[in-house]
């Protein structure tokens, strides 16, 4: 899956996402880049949550899981707030937008 593909699929589900407290999704990383390898690379998404709906860690590994199905491929998800600032200025600078 290449990371059209990936944004594609992420925006048909985008009302059931934001419904569950994502307000903006960004993918970042190998696919952001176009350098992943299918085989071993996991898809990186970095959210803004809804800080009005109370988020769980049982209600983000939903979300995760959520995800994972949709695009049947693991996922890591990260909060973009709690990202330390090293790794939050590399995701941001090649993050591309999802919704």
Not at 52 to 74: A, V, W
Request: proline share 1%; hydrophobic share 45%.
């Amino acid at each position: 899956m290449d990371r059209s593909t990936i944004i594609a699929k992420l925006r048909e589900h985008e009302a059931e996402l934001k419904a569950s407290g994502v307000e903006h999704l960004s993918l970042f990383g190998s696919y952001a880049r176009g350098t992943a390898v299918q085989a071993i690379s996991d898809v990186d998404l970095m959210a803004d949550f809804d800080r009005g709906k109370r988020l769980t860690l049982f209600s983000l590994s939903g979300l995760r899981l959520l995800i994972t199905n949709i695009l049947e491929m693991p996922v890591d998800l990260a909060d973009r707030r709690v990202l330390k600032e090293q790794v939050k200025a590399r995701a941001e600078r090649e993050a591309v937008l999802v919704f």
